[in-house]
Nanobody, 120 residues
Framework: QVALVESGGGLVQAGGSVKLICAAS????????IGWSRQAPGKERENVLC????????YYSNSVKGRFTSSRDNAKNTVYLQMNNLKPEDAALYSC?????????????WGQGTRVTVFS
């Protein structure tokens, strides 16, 4: 069964860092891109970034450039979202999705998400 499972969220102090994990099962991530999005309470889902199969990163949100990055470990079938210098406005439910490219409209197989709470 094809699935993506996120983990690594939690309570983080503003200015701190957290590394989220997107683990794939039932298929190989090698040739796919992975998109990350977030949804804060009462707000619409916001696409954050996407890591291509080539490891190139496409940013959708200017607010995270220079603070967030992504990496992948194909041997572990896992993609990571490294979030640094966190701000209260980064608090949200973060989810990953599968893509053939980094076109948000084509993302599928969304995971259940992992919540990040930022306190100041």
């Amino acid at each position: 069964q094809v699935a993506l499972v996120e983990s690594g969220g939690g309570l983080v102090q503003a200015g701190g860092s957290v590394k989220l994990i997107c683990a794939a099962s039932g298929f190989s991530l090698d040739y796919y891109s992975i998109g990350w999005s977030r949804q804060a309470p009462g707000k619409e889902r916001e696409n954050v970034l996407c890591i291509h199969a080539t490891n190139r990163i496409t940013y959708y949100s200017n607010s995270v450039k220079g603070r967030f990055t992504s990496s992948r470990d194909n041997a572990k079938n896992t993609v990571y979202l490294q979030m640094n210098n966190l701000k209260p406005e980064d608090a949200a439910l973060y989810s990953c999705a599968l893509g053939n490219g980094c076109v948000p409209a084509d993302f599928r197989q969304w995971g259940q998400g992992t919540r990040v709470t930022v306190f100041s």
